[in-house]
């Protein structure tokens, strides 16, 4: 398998993150190769297997290397904060990962986040996708309020940006 410069740093900076669990993405990649062979999987999805499987863990590197490293069991404030890591991809309607949590059973702190990540991703220049304006931005917002984000937390939202903008 080619690995690219970007992929090699990214690993290498998970590695020095987490040194409890050094080569675990490498072994898993292989692991998982070698099912996707038993498998039969084309080429094509063992490459895309492979690099998927090096960069499972990468949520590992917004967690403080406290938390990440303790000895034992994490307080409430601790838990929230992988809370917040883990699930900033469920959506309000359960259809989200990485569990398939739905409404007020995802966390709060995961739910503010996937809010302003999503504002902050629309209004940022980026190369794939256009810029949009605060006010297109929260129409989108809006738009997949009861879908993908709680209503009422993206009207609280709505509701500052407009006070700061």
Do not use: C, W
């Given at each position: 398998m080619m690995i690219n410069k970007e992929l090699?740093?990214?690993?290498l900076v998970?590695?020095?993150?987490?040194?409890?669990?050094?080569?675990?993405v490498q072994r898993t990649a292989i692991l998982a190769d070698?099912?996707?062979q038993k498998l039969l999987l084309?080429?094509?999805?063992r490459e895309k297997?492979?690099?998927?499987?090096?960069?499972?863990d990468i949520g590992k590197l917004m967690l403080p290397h406290a938390i990440l490293n303790k000895p034992g069991k994490l307080d409430q404030d601790e838990k929230e904060i992988v809370e917040l890591v883990k699930y900033h991809h469920e959506w309000w309607n359960?259809?989200?990962?990485?569990?398939?949590?739905?409404?007020?059973?995802?966390?709060?702190?995961?739910?503010?986040?996937?809010?302003?990540?999503?504002?902050?991703?629309?209004?940022?220049?980026?190369?794939y996708d256009s810029l949009l304006t605060p006010a297109e931005a929260l129409a989108e917002l809006k738009d997949y309020s009861g879908l993908q984000f709680s209503s009422e937390l993206v009207k609280i939202f709505s509701e500052l940006i407009k006070k700061i903008n």
């Open positions: 090699k740093l990214i690993l998970l590695e020095a993150h987490d040194l409890h669990n050094q080569n675990h070698k099912l996707a084309s080429d094509q999805q297997l492979k690099t998927g499987a090096l960069l499972h359960g259809s989200g990962y990485p569990e398939g949590l739905a409404g007020d059973d995802i966390p709060i702190l995961a739910q503010v986040v996937a809010i302003t990540s999503s504002f902050d991703i629309m209004t940022t220049e980026r190369i």
